[in-house]
């Protein structure tokens, strides 16, 4: 009975619902705007989520094992991303989120769409700074781990 009981805790601890703290959700939605304005090609919306002075950066591992490192800025993102083009769609998951009064952090791992096509997926890293009345990215860091859905879910579960 007693390990019944048990296994019943267990079950419910571990298919509860995420929790969410105070101020995660603001934080969360700052990068959820950013990607709608990935997806819209939406200038005023992903300015209104970038610090121009952000920087962004990617990491890719080379067959050689080497990384290869881009870097961008916030302004440099915004001006190419508001183009028109294609629907970039980029979702987290299980995000973790480090909060202090004026600066966040959020590790989670990722899946990237152009359009309905599969792109890559990996682990994005951002920083938020809280400015007078609201948040902004501050950085951005990703890797590109793998470019078929089938390797990301293995390494991801993906959603």
């Not at 302004?75 to 190419?80: I, K, L, R």
């Given at each position: 009975m007693r390990f019944a009981i048990f296994v019943s805790i267990l079950f419910a601890a571990c298919t509860a619902p995420e929790v969410v703290r105070p101020g995660e959700e603001e934080v969360l939605a700052v990068?959820?705007?950013?990607?709608e304005g990935m997806r819209t090609h939406d200038a005023a919306l992903l300015e209104a989520s970038v610090r121009p002075d952000a920087v962004i950066t990617r990491l890719r591992t080379r067959d050689d094992g080497s990384v290869d490192a881009f870097t961008t800025t916030g302004?440099?993102?915004?001006?190419?991303i508001g183009k028109p083009g294609p629907a970039y769609i980029e979702r987290i998951w299980n995000p973790e989120v480090l909060m202090g009064p004026r600066l966040a952090t959020v590790r989670a791992p990722y899946d990237f769409y152009v359009d309905t096509v599969f792109s890559h997926?990996?682990?994005?890293?951002?920083?938020?700074?809280?400015?007078?009345?609201?948040?902004?990215?501050?950085?951005?860091a990703y890797t590109f781990e793998a470019s078929n859905e089938a390797d990301c879910t293995a390494q991801?579960?993906?959603?």
């Open positions: 990068i959820d705007r950013c990607f302004a440099q993102f915004v001006d190419e997926c990996g682990i994005d890293h951002f920083t938020l700074v809280r400015e007078t009345t609201r948040w902004r990215i501050q950085s951005i991801f579960s993906s959603p």
